[in-house]
């Protein structure tokens, strides 16, 4: 079974700078998704990024980016200039790419980010 | 355009009884996938509606079970209560089977 680990429960940032949360997975699969999710307090949760497994390039959605190490099996998500707005929990994702099998989502722990002023 | 909403918003039930749960998806969005948020457990994937069928499913009892509707709004029930089952319960929608991306603000469901 595929497991998502995050290592770092809580990280905090100063407002402008860069932060880089932590995920790692494991899984004998060679074709999947990795996912990010920010869920902010009180309101809903959104896809922030995702990552397919067999592209060699890393995602990037504006100030979010991830590092994928696909050897390393890691997936660590970059969040540049940050904002107040990016105080949030974060759930790193997997999901199996494979059409047999189920495509359900495994989720991390989270890491609660806090931005500070 | 209008978010994922979930309703109801709080629940409180005692041990043997069912509940129902409904989520109404982003307009044009044909999956709805659940999800239970303990903070023991975390977030745990339930199971996934496209198109009326279910898709996916995660590691949970028969007792809990959904259908969605030609409209794509989705009904999850839970028969049977245990305290154990007390959580957030999370919906999101999607237009593409596997890759949810709007959650609903979800409803937490207290077992007395």
């Known amino acids: 079974a595929q497991t998502v680990t995050q290592s770092q429960p809580e990280m905090s940032v100063q407002e402008a700078e860069t932060v880089t949360l932590s995920c790692t997975y494991d899984?004998?699969?060679?074709?999947?998704?990795l996912f990010w999710y920010k869920q902010p307090p009180s309101r809903q949760m959104i896809l922030v990024i995702r990552?397919?497994?067999?592209?060699?390039q890393n995602a990037t959605e504006n100030r979010f980016s991830v590092n994928f190490q696909k050897a390393a099996k890691s997936f660590s998500l970059k969040i540049s200039d940050s904002q107040l707005g990016d105080a949030a929990m974060y759930f790193c994702a997997y999901r199996s790419a494979d059409g047999g099998s189920n495509y359900k989502l495994t989720f991390g722990k989270g890491t609660l980010l806090t931005v500070n002023p | 355009k209008a978010g994922v909403t979930q309703t109801p918003r709080y629940l409180i039930k005692t041990r043997g009884q069912q509940v129902t749960l409904s989520c109404s998806p982003i307009s044009g969005h044909r999956s709805v996938s659940w999800y239970q948020q303990t903070p023991g457990q975390g977030l745990q994937f339930l199971f996934e509606?496209?198109?009326?069928?279910?898709?996916n499913k995660g590691n949970f009892p028969g007792r809990f079970s959904g259908r969605q509707f030609s409209n794509s709004r989705s009904e999850m029930n839970v028969s049977t209560l245990e305290l154990g089952d007390s959580a957030l319960y999370l919906c999101?929608?999607?237009?593409?089977?596997?890759?949810?991306?709007?959650f609903g603000d979800g409803t937490r469901l207290s077992i007395l």
């Open positions: 899984t004998s699969e060679s074709d999947y998704y």
């Open positions: 999101a929608s999607s237009p593409w089977t596997g890759l949810p991306q709007h």
């Open positions: 990552q397919e497994a067999y592209k060699q």
């Open positions: 509606y496209f198109s009326e069928t279910q898709r």
